[in-house]
């Protein structure tokens, strides 16, 4: 085989500039078609690179000695489980001063309500009330106050703070989805 000399910066130049007068002279349909071809080339040897991982894996897998399969099984469990004790502490964390906010947005989830609210502006609702239900007027301490959407959510309302007021349970449930 012959040796070739490594191009020097001039002729790499010289050899670029003719690839791109040869492309530019090009017809579209030809374009389009090399374009096609080069995406195929590329798509094709990615895939056998994928197929070569998959397969180096199986083999791994297949002469992995019980040992190696026990610590492997080990380290999957407890990744899983930190991953899960993770979640769930950021749960709890977040949900501490906010519970009431995160039934609010899983409620809004569930059934697609737009807007949400603070503990804080529900507190401050209440207050405002003078933590009486907005039906009857029993007092909080009577009857524990609950959160009523004044336009249901099944009928478009928000959950917004506005759209919010304070009822007992029996209130709240007899109002339903009516206005
Ligand atoms: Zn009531």
Partial sequence: MAYRLPMTPEQRKRKNASIVAWR???????KSERLRVELERKRSRSESKKEAERAATRIRRACATP?????????????????????NAWQR???KGRGHYLRVIR?????????SY??????ELK????????????????????VDHIIPVSKGGS?????????????????????
């Fill in 24 to 30: 530019s002279r090009q017809s579209p349909e030809k």
């Fill in 67 to 87: 040992e190696q399969k026990e610590r492997a099984r080990i380290t999957t469990n407890e990744s899983r489980k930190r991953r899960r004790d993770q979640f």
């Fill in 93 to 95: 964390e977040y949900a």
């Fill in 107 to 115: 409620r809004a989830r569930t059934k697609g309500s737009v807007g």
């Fill in 118 to 123: 603070t503990n804080q502006e529900w507190e």
């Fill in 127 to 146: 207050a405002k009330c003078e933590f009486k239900c907005q039906m009857c007027g029993r007092h909080d301490l009577e009857r524990k106050l609950t």
């Fill in 159 to 179: 959950s917004w703070i506005q759209n919010i007021q304070p009822l007992c349970k029996p209130c709240n449930s007899k109002k339903g989805a009516r206005l």
